[in-house]
């Protein structure tokens, strides 16, 4: 039962000493010139700089603007941010932003996280199969996926009403009009899109973790759930941040989904998002300023989560330096 | 070897079952696109829907391919050509700068690596109402190079590249072979781009399929139907009044049988470079 003690009493013995030596800095080669460094990454620096870059520090140029496309712009102040925050569409947009990811970041935590540990197994059959077939939905085309879906979810002759309507006492689901059963759609196709896609991800470390700890798991009389409980699951945490931060990114950039169902997002605005909210302001009613102020306050959002979630992780591992 | 299978690795029943269930659902939407193409609107209305391809889907192609005002074998061109353009600069761009970033010393390396990493953190939208003024200025407004250009480097690859080349080519080799002699530039030809080959091939796929399936920046910046790429011309296919489903799906699954095709054939590079990417732990 050691094991399952020290699994217990992490706090004090971290039970991954192996992957202590990760995050070392990366020593170059002293022989080689290190002067050829500059117009190695010149070219990539300069692109860089100009369209990855310089847009940003734009943005909050902008941002401060009344800013017209066609006619003059006039200084703004803070106005475009006062007014966002007294805008209700953005705290609806927020709202709607937060309760898809939530739908879909959380779900496609645990399936992928069960079906990596499926995966792991070294003596499961057709290994190879399973991994591949499960990254098919990750690279099909956006929009596409997004018709498929709208049928499959369609309030008169979808399946998934078909489905349901086998259940007694369960009427057709309006999954377009009602708040949550359209973001209720919006998370399937995205988790759809995703799940395989971090199943692979949770895999390659879980397959990094020794064989040895599981036998001696076993040995010990620890049950397939104790073992993954207690040698899996804590081995997984810098995963699980690195997920929740790129889905907390992506989930941020809901745009096709929500843009396919309705273009303003809904009739009540019931799944109006973020990113569309940011489009439409700038693309349909040409307010640049007010939609670089949007920007803004998305990458705001952004970094405070990561932070949070960066604090977070610390905590729980502790042994954190 | 008649070695007995220790109890913790067995995969008990359930399991493939599970695997199973989520093959299907991956499968089923593609195999659904081509039912609601093949088949009436009447067939796919009706209680229960009709589950089988019907006879339909040459006809519903013709539609798709000649419906009015959508060009979609020019949509096709248009993601293919950005596509290809996009994935060889970023594996060229980035594996410069990532062997730089792994190998070289030199000053202010890691300031520029954190500065990198720093921006893969910010979310894309934030800088594209300035990116659309800035195409604007530069004339790329309806053009392929609105794509193309802004996307020729990424700061994913360029990171990526770098931890491929560190973890796959051991300092040892690229110091020996510049004690006798060898140049950087040289170096890099000879002894860095033959070992990550695999590796560069994987970015380039990775660059592609992000390409094609882009849609925010594409219907933002494209505005005639002859210059659209495939994602923006499907949504074109929507009818003014009314839905036609066999329409929109024989579209869908037009855009989507290239990319099922291509991933017959790189689908397990693919996996392993995910999961290569992936932090171990």
Redesign the interface.
């Known amino acids: 039962m050691s094991l399952i003690k020290a699994g217990k009493g992490r706090r004090k013995a971290p039970l ?1 000493p192996w ?1 202590k030596q ?1 995050r070392k ?14 117009p ?2 010149a ?3 300069v ?2 700089l100009i ?6 520090v ?2 909050i140029y ?1 941002a401060f603007f009344k800013w017209d ?1 066609l006619g003059e712009s006039e200084y703004n102040g803070l106005n475009n941010f006062i007014f966002l925050l007294q805008d209700s569409d953005f705290w609806l947009a927020i709202r709607n932003t937060f309760s898809i990811w939530a739908l879909s970041t959380f779900p496609q935590l645990i399936m992928a996280i ?2 990596a540990a ?2 792991r ?5 057709w290994k ?1 199969f ?8 990750n ?7 997004t ?3 709208q ?2 979810f369609g309030r ?2 979808g ?1 998934i009403n ?1 489905l349901l309507g086998l259940i007694p006492g369960v009427d057709n689901i309006d999954f377009l009009e009602g708040v949550i059963p359209s973001h209720i759609q919006i998370a399937t196709m995205i988790t ?1 899109r995703w ?3 971090n199943t ?2 949770f ?3 879980m ?3 020794p064989d040895e700890l ?2 001696s ?2 040995c010990d009389g620890a049950t ?1 759930w104790q ?1 993954f409980r207690y040698v899996t699951l804590p ?2 945490r ?2 699980i941040t ?1 997920v929740l931060i790129v889905g907390t ?1 992506g989930g ?2 809901v ?2 989904e929500p843009q ?1 169902l309705a273009p303003d997002g809904g009739s009540s605005k019931q799944f109006l998002t973020l ?1 569309l909210f ?2 439409n302001q ?2 349909l009613n040409y307010k ?1 300023g007010y ?2 102020a949007i ?2 306050a ?2 705001v959002i ?2 405070m989560i ?1 932070t949070i979630n960066f604090f977070i992780t610390r905590k729980i591992s502790g042994e954190g330096k | 070897m008649n070695r007995q299978i220790p109890k913790w690795q067995k995969t008990p029943k359930h399991h493939y079952l599970a695997l199973g269930l989520i093959t299907f659902l991956s499968i089923f939407p593609f195999y659904w696109m081509f039912v609601v193409a093949s088949n009436t609107d009447d067939a796919i209305a009706k209680s229960p829907p009709s589950l089988i391809p019907g006879s339909r889907f040459l006809e519903v192609a013709h539609a798709v391919l000649t419906a009015e005002g959508v060009y979609f074998v020019k949509a096709l061109t248009n993601t293919f050509v950005v596509g290809i353009a996009v994935a060889v600069a970023q594996v060229i761009f980035s594996a410069i700068a990532g062997f730089a970033f792994a190998k070289l010393d030199f000053k202010g390396r890691r300031f520029a690596t954190l500065f990198v990493v720093a921006t893969m953190m910010l979310p894309s939208q934030l800088g594209i109402v300035p990116l659309f003024i800035m195409a604007g200025k530069l004339h790329l407004v309806n053009t392929l190079y609105a794509l193309i250009v802004p996307a020729l480097v990424t700061a994913f690859g360029v990171f990526w590249m770098r931890q491929i080349i560190d973890a796959q080519i051991p300092n040892e080799i690229l110091e020996a072979a510049s004690i006798d002699g060898a140049s950087v530039p040289r170096v890099f030809w000879s002894i860095v781009l033959p070992s990550i080959r695999q590796s560069s091939f994987v970015l380039g796929l990775f660059a592609f399929l992000a390409s094609w399936n882009d849609y925010l920046w594409p219907t933002i910046v494209l505005q005639s139907p002859d210059k659209f790429t495939l994602q923006v011309a499907l949504t074109q296919l929507k009818p003014l009044y009314g839905v036609d489903y066999a329409l929109q799906m024989g579209g869908a699954f037009l855009a989507t049988a290239p990319l099922l095709i291509l991933f017959i054939f790189v689908g397990r590079r693919l996996v392993s470079g995910v999961m290569d990417g992936a932090v171990k732990g």
């Open positions: 991954t992957k990760q800095p990366i020593p170059g080669v002293p022989s080689l010139n290190g002067r050829w460094g500059y190695a990454i070219p990539f620096f692109i860089f369209f990855g870059v310089a847009p940003v734009y943005s902008i496309p069960g079906l499926i995966l197994n070294r003596r499961l059959k190879s399973w991994r591949t077939i499960f990254l098919v939905p690279i099909t085309s956006i929009i596409a996926i018709i498929v879906f049928q499959l008169d002759y399946i078909g759809w799940v395989g896609y692979l991800i895999l390659a470390s397959l990094a973790i599981y036998e798991a076993s397939k073992q081995s997984l810098n995963t690195f990114i941020l950039q745009f096709a396919q990113t940011l489009y700038a693309f640049y939609a670089a920007g803004i998305i990458t952004v970094l990561t």
